[in-house]
């Protein structure tokens, strides 16, 4: 595996195209932010990636956790811990955290930066870190002080890690379901017993301690959803004091088998009375939760974003060696006995399916990055509930959209190495196996597209929609007078009309029927990206074109990837919208025993 | 893992939409064959697959195979070897083989019933007894008299297992760059040298001997595929009398890991002087492999086909059994604290994904089968030839298409367990792994459509094309005043004017620029997948339709899941077709240096 951190192309995004300098600047903590700054954190982030994570990628995936029973530890591949304890001295778990904590209170946005290269190198090991900033997040909203003092400074500096623990045996997108139980103790605390599973980073051998933040419920606590609570626990207990004491009663008891990931540890935790500490208020831990879910949600998308990118650098590598067959318009490589393979139209098709996704993905990652950065630390209100929208609309989108593709570009990527892809040896099958789970945790694809249809665009008739909508719309104003645009914001401004009928037909639909919301979520979700992902094909098609005078190849490249993405990816719209539009019946007509 | 033969349903095909027995017995070597010899047949065959080799599956991926590089013998999984052994004992290798040479002589239709269901249990040990079909075809058809009498006895008892050595380290599509070297010897025979990669089977501890078909090249053959000849290699050498002798110099060196198919040996071979005999002409011998090329390919499509159905199964039993959530529209299981997931509409939209592929595969997997007995058996040669054009058509479509679709049915399946698809025990993760070969062996998919579009299409002018128009414009017009078919044969009619149009096109852009096809290619291909697809879906609905008020719910079943191809599936075609349109300059514009 070979990864070149896509510097040039994050700067192109950032400087060129969403001039993030000019919008953190005008937030008070940004003030002082500049281009170099960011442009130095992103250098030195993917020297990290490249040379200590991803080196650990491969021997990671064939090596695999491994579980002491007796002791309830778990080994993570070799290289593991000191990649992480490289990762702390660096400083990098801090980057986007509070000061106040320790932190060096940097944008959000370079977090995504690291986060993407992180990911790229190493999804398995990235998780351990990664799962931490959800922790940070929940605490840091919903923590008493006491937690906060304790906990947070831990997980800036990357001494503890963090963990979600949501999942059990029974439910896991239900976890109105979820049978841990918390038992109040005279001291305020409380005692936590239960079986949770599916716990990413769940136990390790590279922190001293883990704060495991739990879903459990309370006696008395009404049935269903609104009875849970949410605690911290954990794996050492912390006196009030913040000394650290004995081992708590939360025992690794398993390490799943998986298809892939198998550098991360997914466990299963049994809590036998283990002492925590309430987060928030009784009863409402879910909501306290969804802080930590959204961000993670956000960091599903990273992770596919990640994998795509070095999917695509690996498949081109092999494209550009691989001699095989004569292109169908002759020799290319009249001196060897073939043609690299990149001379054939298909193998092109794939490479740039990967690369348009990637890309694509890259600036919506970003700006969706941006906006969460203006959503926490503007002092305009009204800026704060206006970010808080449209990062709710595209939360769902980067997590299905971006992972679905993921799912279809590195499957490419390996039909590229042909027979030679489905070896371990290659290294490209990892890939694909790592890409499957982002279309399942965090609230599996399905469940994102309900949430986008059901209750970001529905639920509020549309105003969250249309926010986006209107942006979309001033572009589409602005270039209509710019001839070299027309190829580009035609489609867009198509599209962006048959995503609002499509929106009214099934608002219609959905109050005679619910179902029809199920029926068509997953494909209504599918043409949402698609207009998001035009938006921003389109908006760096134009800084291309501007550009692309300079004589710098890099705009000639975007240029044509532009174009490959609305000729080629873009039209699959036409479809999704047929079968959005076909209704429920087709899938709710037949009686379940027939199946 | 719990696999139902589907004998219902092979039944329905063959009895009710094709009515395989007339045309079968006008076929003068099987005037004889029944409905109920059929029958009988297909459901033992049922019992062994579903008994014996379902069961090894799981077990066979979990262990995989292990060489011992002292003595270059494969370990097959444990219960692979006995399984073989029961399978000789029940006669299965021998069922469509010659009687001349001790074969049952029944349908190459039966044979195809048998392999779904056998890769339905486990591709892996399938693919043992699998690759001597190949060798059988190829051998009956270009061995000499002495090569005929001495292997074709053995592969029909299933004594010995055949493979086919045709990739090297530098050459799998681009046959003709390949190195392996044969020297004739005084006595007739050759010593052939090289190395091969890839060979499915190539070393196993299930049989006493293996026959190798090898492609290699003489001494002062022309460069390229036109100086490649086709050798028979036994692991133990066979003399002339046909006793056996001695170990031969062809020697595993090398087993695979993959990503999937981990029970079958995936080896790399060195020969060393091996001694061989030469199949049918020098520099002949791509001709004669691609007997073998053609029976694998459309062996490929029923692998993607058995693995469609049991995930199929599986995901449904898993839907009916996990509860979780609520219908949208109100409690379906108001006793229990949720309902079963397949309320759900979008887990009833993976399911009937997967089930319409597996069934729609299926009756043109039938229809192609019992076209090859047609070609084979009968006495009238313009019957044969048009056979023959069919098979050729519909070929590309069963290897490509059909193991396309089981990619997204299996990863379908899969979804539908949520997390715990992902987990190794719940099974289901092998069938995505194993489904992602068949994309890529006998020809990648990309070859395929090429094949497809370049040379079956425009290579003939579209003859081989027009003939399967033709029957399903007689459909049409047939169906044409049947009210209750409107809704499958109007779209059925639209698409197949689609496909009329879009050939003309692309034949009049590839006339410019042979790119065009390559660009076009796999696109076509999926569109004319559809138009084939919708074929059959329409004649099992008309079926259906008619016998709807016998009041058996597998005809309400098979209706519910046509109405669901042609909403939900079909539509893809309007993507495809404009993504078909749109040209090659996307693909090919950029620079290689760009990417």
Request: hydrophobic letters at 40%; a negative charge; proline letters at 4%.
């Given at each position: ?24 600047q ?10 170099d700054?960011?442009?130095a ?44 304890e ?158 650290i ?11 799943e088998?998986?298809m ?106 970003l700006y ?165 992902f035009?938006y ?7 800084v ?42 087709a ?9």
């Open positions: 595996m070979s990864y070149t951190p896509p510097l040039r192309d994050l700067q192109f995004v950032m400087h060129e195209v969403l001039d993030v300098t000019s919008t953190l005008q937030l008070p903590r940004h003030a002082e932010i500049d281009a700054t960011i442009n954190v992103i250098e030195e982030a993917g020297k990290f990636a490249a040379g200590v994570a991803a080196p650990l990628n491969a021997s990671g995936d064939a090596e695999g956790c491994t579980l002491d029973t007796a002791t309830h530890e778990v080994r993570t591949p070799k290289g593991f811990k000191q990649a992480y490289q990762y702390v001295e660096g400083g990098w778990p801090s980057l986007s955290c509070d000061p106040a904590f320790g932190g060096q209170g940097l944008p959000v946005l370079l977090n995504q930066c690291l986060y993407e290269m992180l990911n790229s190198a190493n999804q398995a090991w990235t998780m351990y870190p990664g799962l931490s900033h959800g922790a940070y997040e929940c605490l840091s909203a919903h923590g008493t002080e006491w937690q906060k003092n304790t906990y947070l400074p831990k997980l800036t500096s990357g001494e503890w890690t963090g963990t979600m623990c949501l999942t059990e045996p029974h439910c896991g997108t239900d976890l109105g379901m979820l049978r841990t139980k918390a038992e109040p103790q005279p001291d305020g605390t409380y005692k936590i017993t239960g079986q949770k599973i599916f716990i990413s980073a769940g136990e390790h051998d590279i922190t001293s301690n883990i704060v495991h933040l739990v879903l459990a419920r309370l006696p008395d606590a009404p049935a269903g959803s609104k009875g849970i609570s949410l605690f911290v626990v954990p794996k050492y207990k912390v006196a009030a004091d913040g000394s004491g004995e081992r708590n009663g939360i025992f690794c008891t398993a390490v088998h998986k892939g990931i198998h550098g991360n540890a997914t466990c299963q935790l049994t809590l036998e009375a283990a002492s925590g500490t309430l987060v928030g208020e009784p009863n409402r831990g879910l909501q306290a939760m969804f802080v930590m879910m959204n961000a993670a949600r956000l960091g599903v998308g990273c992770q596919a974003l990640g994998l795509t990118e070095t999917a695509y650098q690996m498949a081109v590598a092999y494209a550009k060696d691989r001699i095989q067959m004569r292109s169908l318009t002759g020799p290319k490589a009249p001196d060897k006995p073939a043609d690299p393979i990149i001379v054939h139209p298909d193998v092109r098709k794939m490479l740039l399916t990967a690369r348009a996704y990637a890309e694509g993905g890259r600036a919506l990652a969706t990055a941006l906006l969460l950065d203006r959503e926490i630390a503007s002092d305009d209100e009204d800026e704060r509930a206006e970010c808080a929208d449209l990062v709710a609309l595209l939360t769902a989108i980067v997590k299905a959209f971006m992972t679905d593709n993921a799912w279809i570009a590195t499957s490419h990527c390996m039909q590229v190495y042909g027979g030679h892809g489905y070896i371990r040896d290659s290294g490209i099958e990892q890939f694909v196996r790592d890409a499957r789970i982002n279309m399942i945790y965090e609230g599996t694809n399905t469940v994102q597209s309900l949430d986008l249809l059901g209750r970001k665009v529905l639920g509020d008739n549309g105003k969250k929609l249309k926010k986006f909508g209107k942006i979309v719309a001033e572009f589409i104003e602005e270039e209509g007078v710019n001839e070299a645009m027309q190829e580009f914001v035609n489609p867009l401004a198509d599209l962006g009309d048959k995503v609002t009928k499509l929106t009214t037909e099934l608002g219609m639909k959905a109050m005679r029927n619910t179902d029809e919301v199920g029926a068509a979520a997953v494909d209504y979700l599918r043409v949402c990206g698609h207009l998001v035009a921003f094909w389109a908006r760096m098609a134009k291309a074109l501007e550009k692309q005078g300079s004589g710098d190849p890099f705009y000639t490249a975007k240029l044509h990837t532009a174009r490959f993405y609305f000729a080629k990816l873009l039209p699959e719209t036409a479809a999704l919208i047929r079968t959005a539009r076909s209704g429920s019946d899938l709710m007509a037949m009686d379940e025993s027939l199946f």
